[in-house]
């Protein structure tokens, strides 16, 4: 949750000055910590992640209790003990499939090590550096001190969990007035049994600059593999300056027998617009929480999300946007569709203080339930004080209705298609905003076989 506009980041004074001295309050995060911190890293980059690591000594898992948490169940997680596995150790890997828009601007990470053997970045032009935080350039380094672990929310469980063991990170960089036409595909894949991976993402866009990126978190088990879980736990910081334009895909395909707790924080300048397109159709569990603080005034943020989930798959997304600014545009649109037991929510909160006067803001989630057994939470919520906005939002949970159906029937087309029709378009209207054709087309190929 977003609670101040300046940024939390991990290396205060107060977090630093924990120490080992301190009682491990959770057992079973100390034993995650135990497993993840791995290797001496850059002295600016230790001393973060000491900080996180404290951080995380002297907190809990999140339980039913936490408001925060109050329908997700993380008690199977609990259950296993997931472990870092290096790449080497990975006996079979299925090989990541490769967007023909991005076929020379590509990072792949294997248990959040970089891949350099399956990337590929010689189709960018110049103004944009497209690497990973090991291969960083030493001008460069400098910089990413002012970004790296240093957004709101940087306090949260699983966020310092994954600054505390984060091996490598990918790292976007656009440097003022540049426009990239060609879209970035990150590609994070986790493989190994009980595997935990903590892929990383840092995405600056300087002033005027325009750039779009993909980031897919998928399986690397080959289909022949036995059912195993695995855990990732991801962090992406995305840094907008002023006039800046940063569109951004995020597609969650995790076996479904996996763990998937993600966070997006993005840090909006003024004038500068952020769109993000994030599809959830893999893992048991799967979170996304996404969070927005604005620090300017007549930005324009705009979020379209949609999961598919069946069997009894988990779907959560927590969203919290806090427009501090006059003049701010955000537009929500949630879309989720559960089938057999699955269990959808959605948690959002705009925030509207007193100084955000003339805020237009929109948030919807809708869901489609295709049994009886389905089960959806939802929450969106507003908080405003200005009394110069336009806000709304709402919610609406609802069946695929007999009369559609029979009115496709009585033109020629059986019911099962009827079905299936009626789906496609329920969720085409979120899919249809992605700029890449050929994920576009991938993800509308799910839909069919879903």
Known sequence: MITQVSPSPIPNSNVVSLTSTLLDRDAYLTGLLNNVVVG???????????????????????????????FTDLSKLKQINFKNVETRHVASLRQ?????EAQNSRLVF?????????????????????????????EYTVKAQEYLAQAEGALEVFTALNTAGMQDAAVIWVSKNVVV???????????????????????VAD?????????????????????SSYFTNAVTEIWLADNASVSHTRVQKEDFSAFHVGKTAVTQARYSRYTCNAINIGASLGRHNLEILQTGEQTETTLNGLAMIKGTQVADMHSAI???????????????????????????????????????????????????????????????TADNVKCAHGATVSQLEDDEIFYLQSRGIDENSSRHLLINAFA?????????????????NEVKQF
Request: net charge negative; with cysteine; proline share 6%.
């Open 40 to 70: 001496e890293t850059q002295h600016w980059l230790q001393e973060i992640k000491q900080g996180a690591a404290n951080w995380v000594r002297h907190s809990i898992l999140p339980t039913n209790r936490d408001e925060e948490w109050r």
């Open 96 to 100: 990541p499939q490769i967007l023909p």
């Open 110 to 138: 294997i248990n959040g090590v970089y891949a350099s053997e399956l990337s590929a970045v010689s189709g960018l032009p110049e103004g944009i550096l497209v690497t990973n935080l090991t291969n960083l350039p030493e």
């Open 181 to 203: 036409e060609t879209p970035i595909h990150l590609v994070y894949i986790t493989a190994g049994e009980s595997a935990i991976s903590l892929p990383r993402c840092l995405v």
């Open 207 to 227: 002033t005027g600059s325009q750039v779009s990126f993909v980031e897919e978190y998928v399986t690397g088990k080959m289909p022949v593999e036995q059912e």
């Open 322 to 384: 806090a427009l501090n600014h006059p003049n701010g545009v955000c537009k929500q649109l949630q879309k989720n569709i559960v089938g057999d037991k699955g269990h959808s929510i959605f948690n959002g909160k705009v925030f509207v203080p007193k100084p955000a006067q003339q805020t237009d803001a929109a948030q919807l989630n809708r869901n489609l339930m295709l049994t009886s057994k389905a089960r959806v939470d939802t929450k969106p919520q507003l908080e405003i």
């Open 428 to 444: 085409t209207e979120i899919i249809n905003n992605i700029s890449v054709t050929s994920l576009r087309d991938n993800l509308l």
